[in-house]
């Protein structure tokens, strides 16, 4: 899975400078759902192929889920502010996966009687509907109202020149 992560992460990266965070995201979303999906299927038979079918598909889903996150949060601020919706963005991954290992880890303890691939389809189950999560918040994110919102907010967050001050919006500098 780690392969696919480094495989596909560039691409992503490729896609948005071309296009947008869209594409990456609408690939990812639907990519992670399915492969937690497949594995919502795991049990004590399952073939080595169809692990790997299914890790293989869930890693394209997270090679391209992180670029367009990040470049999500910092495209509505000014050059002067991405640094902190970069950090906050990497705080808010941190924190997601801190707190996807706990609550899918009780979930797989809390039923451990019934065998670990049974108690695991819960799991797959919350991170399936976290791929439909970024999907549908990759659709409203990445939509015309959206951008329209992060370039409102963007020009609110810049400051105003003083009077005979030039301003540069694009690097939010002041001379």
């Known amino acids: 899975m780690a392969g696919m992560i480094a495989l596909w992460a560039p691409v992503s990266g490729r896609l948005i400078a071309r296009s947008g965070s869209r594409t990456p ?28 079918l299914s890790y293989v598909i869930f890693g394209i889903g997270l090679g391209f889920v992180n670029a367009p996150i990040s470049n999500t949060a910092v495209s509505g601020m000014p050059i002067a502010q ?12 941190q924190v997601g996966a801190t707190l996807g290992v706990a609550v899918i880890g009780s979930m797989v303890a809390g039923h451990e009687l019934a065998g670990f691939t049974a108690a695991s389809h819960g799991g797959w189950a919350v991170v399936c509907g976290c791929g439909l999560a970024v999907l549908l918040l990759g659709l409203a994110s990445t939509s015309g109202w959206a951008r329209a919102t992060a370039q409102r907010t963007r020009e609110k967050l810049i400051a105003e020149p003083e009077e005979g001050q030039v301003y540069d919006r694009d690097s939010a500098a002041v001379s």
Do not use: E, Q, W
Not at 25 to 52: D, E, K, N
Not at 82 to 93: C, W
């Open 25 to 52: 995201l609408l690939l990812a979303g639907p990519a992670i759902a399915i492969g937690a999906l497949l594995l919502i299927r795991l049990g004590p038979h399952t073939s080595v192929g169809y692990l790997i």
């Open 82 to 93: 991405a640094g902190v919706a970069a950090g906050v963005a990497s705080t808010s991954r």
